[in-house]
């Protein structure tokens, strides 16, 4: 009989989760707030944030006026700012009982919330996070030790090959490059098993060579590249990349 990996429960499911556009709310103007901001616009929300001025930290002023990337509120929450239909919820706030009422709101209007100071409240945890371009990793200790998130996303982000993010773009650009030589949607398997078998019998080291190639290069790597797709094969990296240069 077939055996499958058993379920483990007790996990958070882990998304990537698309917010660009999306209408985010942020209750609060301190330092938690500031790393607020900066989650939410690098995955290019529309951040809204609620606190008196007397309660914003230097960096939130900079998002505010110089980088002006924050709608901000010059006052403290009521109740009717979530009249306008946000997306996402994120208090981080120092008045832990008005920190549970917001959640508790949040959750009656089924508006995903994240309470910092307050797990139990949380839809969803922030993570400790890496990111090279569009290559992101994540860390979650599901709450049971932040600072811990952290230092583990450091050991990871130190062990990554350089110019990785570099390579997954690349490597974005050469997936976009098949669906146009085999636009139909019924050749989804051949499309897959070529991009699957080219990063197998390339590795790392070779999809690494993608991130050097001035355009002509790139052009004639894609010329080669598109005659071995139509047999099916996978050529050696060597055959259609231009010999290292040596640094
Ligand atoms: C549950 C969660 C909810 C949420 O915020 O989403 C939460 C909750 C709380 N954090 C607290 C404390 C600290 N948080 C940090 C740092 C981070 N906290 C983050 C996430 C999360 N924090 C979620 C769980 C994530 C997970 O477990 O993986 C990170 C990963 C992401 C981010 O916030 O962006 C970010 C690192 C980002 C980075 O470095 O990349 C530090 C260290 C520091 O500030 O340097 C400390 C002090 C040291 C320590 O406690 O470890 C307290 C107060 C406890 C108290 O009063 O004692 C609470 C409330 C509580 O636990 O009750
Ligand atoms: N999840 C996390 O990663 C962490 C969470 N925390 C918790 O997050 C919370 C915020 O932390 P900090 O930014 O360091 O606090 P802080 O004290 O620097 O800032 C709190 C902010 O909330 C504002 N505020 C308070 N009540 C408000 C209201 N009703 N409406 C609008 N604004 C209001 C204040 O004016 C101030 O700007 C704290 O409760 C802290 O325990 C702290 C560290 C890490």
Not at 217 to 234: C, F, H, I, N, R
């Amino acid at each position: 009989m077939t055996s499958y990996a058993p379920i483990r429960p007790g996990g958070s499911l882990i998304l990537a989760w698309q917010t660009k556009g999306r209408k985010v709310l942020i209750v609060g103007g301190g330092q938690v707030a500031a790393g607020r901001i900066v989650s939410v616009k690098e995955a290019d929300a529309q951040v809204t944030l609620i606190c008196p001025e007397k309660g914003l930290c230097h960096e939130v002023k900079h998002r505010i006026h110089v980088d002006k990337v924050v709608n901000w509120v010059d006052r403290w929450f009521q109740d009717s700012d979530l009249d306008q239909h946000y997306d996402m919820v994120l208090t981080a706030i120092d008045d832990h009982e008005e920190s549970l009422r917001i959640g508790q709101i949040c959750r009656e209007r089924r508006i995903p919330v994240n309470v910092a100071d307050v797990p139990s409240m949380c839809d969803f945890y922030f993570m400790s996070q890496h990111r090279d371009g569009p290559l992101q990793i994540a860390v979650s200790t599901n709450g049971q030790g932040p600072k811990l998130a952290n230092m583990i996303r450091q050991k990871i982000a130190s062990s990554l090959p350089q110019g990785i993010g570099e390579t997954v773009r690349r490597m974005g650009a050469l997936r976009a490059k098949v669906r146009q030589w085999d636009p139909e949607i019924s050749n989804s398997g051949p499309r897959m098993r070529w991009v699957t078998k080219l990063c197998e019998d390339w590795g790392w080291s070779g999809m690494a060579r993608l991130n050097n190639l001035s355009q002509d290069e790139e052009k004639d790597m894609y010329t080669s590249l598109q005659k071995a797709y139509e047999t099916g094969e996978v050529p050696p990296v060597d055959t259609v990349l231009p010999e290292e240069k040596s640094a």
